[in-house]
């Protein structure tokens, strides 16, 4: 029965946040280009930060949308920053 709540999991709500903690970390890595050594403890810190939303109240489908909005947002720059960087190019 394990193995059913854990697909029921991966399913539902409770995957998305590891999703997009990945996500998160991802984009701040790129942003902040920090050493690999600290990956951990900021992804240790994301996740108390989701914990900590969560406790309050904020509802899951909220932070997952900002999230969302956010990393949109954030691949939207760079490929506008890469097309203006491949316009230069070929002039």
């Given at each position: 029965?394990?193995?059913?709540?854990l697909?029921?999991?991966?399913?539902?709500?409770e995957?998305s946040?590891?999703?997009?903690?990945?996500?998160?970390?991802?984009?701040?890595?790129?942003?902040?280009?920090?050493?690999?050594?600290?990956?951990?403890?900021?992804?240790i810190?994301?996740?108390?930060?989701?914990?900590?939303?969560?406790?309050?109240?904020?509802?899951?489908?909220?932070?997952?949308?900002?999230?969302?909005?956010?990393?949109?947002?954030?691949?939207?720059?760079?490929?506008?920053?890469?097309?203006?960087?491949?316009?230069?190019?070929n002039?």
């Open positions: 029965m394990e193995g059913l709540d697909l029921n999991a991966l399913a539902g709500m995957f946040a590891y999703v997009a903690i990945a996500f998160l970390l991802y984009g701040i890595r790129q942003v902040f280009n920090f050493k690999k050594e600290y990956e951990a403890l900021i992804a810190t994301l996740g108390l930060v989701w914990v900590t939303l969560e406790a309050l109240g904020v509802p899951v489908h909220i932070i997952l949308q900002g999230i969302f909005i956010g990393f949109t947002s954030f691949l939207l720059t760079k490929g506008i920053k890469l097309g203006e960087q491949k316009l230069t190019k002039k």
